[in-house]
């Protein structure tokens, strides 16, 4: 059982035999009346978000979930190729359960693919990825002053916002958790 006490941004709960992930959480302390927390969790099965409140001291459960080590292989038409690094399987995730994730899909990239109840249900992905620019506009003489950004479309599609500086063909550090730009890669 887990206390709300111990609530944090990606944690997985169980609340009514359905998994769940923590998107994001405010202990919240009134001035009269009894302290909770209130909560976005995205529904692991369905992807949906539910916002909901706990009062201080709850327990939820903890799923049962199975992690296995996979290496990302390619897209085809019906979703996305992982070959298992334990019994060198390959299995198929749908687009649904890869989500807003794909972006960061490098080929060979090892992942931690979530299963509950024997079903892939989300992925895990490493905290940064390296990824190449293949389009950005060029930097104008006189913009740097700023400290602004600009967009860049990576190799997988992905758009991430980066400095002036950043021309097409840079390797970048993408941080997975946030979206955001690290640092450019020599």
């Not at 080590?69 to 690094?85: A, E, H, I, R």
């Amino acid at each position: 059982m887990i206390d709300t006490s111990e609530f944090k941004k990606g944690l997985f709960i169980e609340v009514d035999n359905v998994p769940f992930q923590i998107v994001e959480f405010q202990h919240v302390k009134p001035g009269k009346g009894n302290a909770f927390v209130r909560t976005r969790m995205k529904n692991l099965i369905n992807n949906n978000v539910l916002e909901r409140t706990f009062k201080s001291g709850d327990k939820v459960g903890e799923p049962n979930l199975e992690h296995k080590t996979m290496q990302y292989l390619y897209k085809d038409g019906n979703g996305y190729q992982f070959m298992d690094m334990g019994s060198y399987e390959q299995t198929l995730l749908e687009v649904e359960t890869v989500g807003d994730l794909k972006g960061y899909l490098i080929e060979n990239l090892e992942i931690e693919v979530l299963y509950y109840q024997g079903r892939p249900i989300t992925l895990q992905l490493p905290n940064f990825v390296s990824m190449k620019v293949t389009y950005t506009e060029p930097a104008v003489k006189g913009d740097t002053v700023t400290g602004g950004s600009k967009p860049a479309t990576m190799h997988t599609g992905l758009i991430v916002h980066v400095p002036f500086h950043i021309k097409q063909d840079d390797m970048l550090k993408i941080d997975t958790r946030t979206g955001e730009y690290v640092e450019k890669l020599k």
